[in-house]
């Protein structure tokens, strides 16, 4: 995004950030239906093109931040999960294996992945009570 941003000669990249964390969002949950303003609901797949059509017809930029948002979420979203699940290819965008080293994984975050919900929430699904920590069962207050 520093390199767009260079280009373009953009020197704030808070919008441009802001659209490629919604693309990225809205890819991985395309059949969420979004609430915008004025009551008009549509699928979450469009909602980046949506906040640039807005920005646009509201006077408050050219589209352009929105555009650079958009293409930076874009080449993040298909190195990192459509071209390894579509296509087979490599994770592109895999973490270094020393930072992995220097920041090791806690149990809890093994067991989950993206999209699937951590033990205790599947639990407390299937209808078990949720048991995150051995706190005992406590005292009541009151009457």
């Not at 009551?39 to 906040?51: E, K, N």
């Not at 994984?105 to 919900?117: A, Q």
Request: hydrophobic share 45%.
């Amino acid at each position: 995004m520093l390199v767009i941003g260079y280009v373009f000669d953009q020197m704030l990249l808070c919008v441009p950030m802001i659209l490629a964390v919604v693309y990225i969002w809205s890819s991985s949950n395309q059949e969420v239906i979004v609430n915008f303003w004025f009551g008009i609901t549509f699928q979450a797949m469009y909602f980046p093109w949506v906040l640039l059509a807005f920005g646009i017809l509201t006077g408050q930029s050219n589209g352009t931040p929105e555009l650079m948002g958009i293409f930076a979420g874009h080449c993040y979203f298909f190195m990192k999960t459509k071209y390894p699940r579509d296509f087979g290819g490599p994770d592109l965008l895999a973490t270094p294996q020393f930072l992995r080293n220097l920041f090791p994984e806690d149990e809890r975050e093994r067991e989950r992945s993206f999209g699937v919900p951590p033990s205790a929430r599947a639990a407390a699904a299937a209808g078990g009570a949720p048991r995150l920590r051995g706190w005992g069962q406590g005292q009541q207050l009151g009457n």
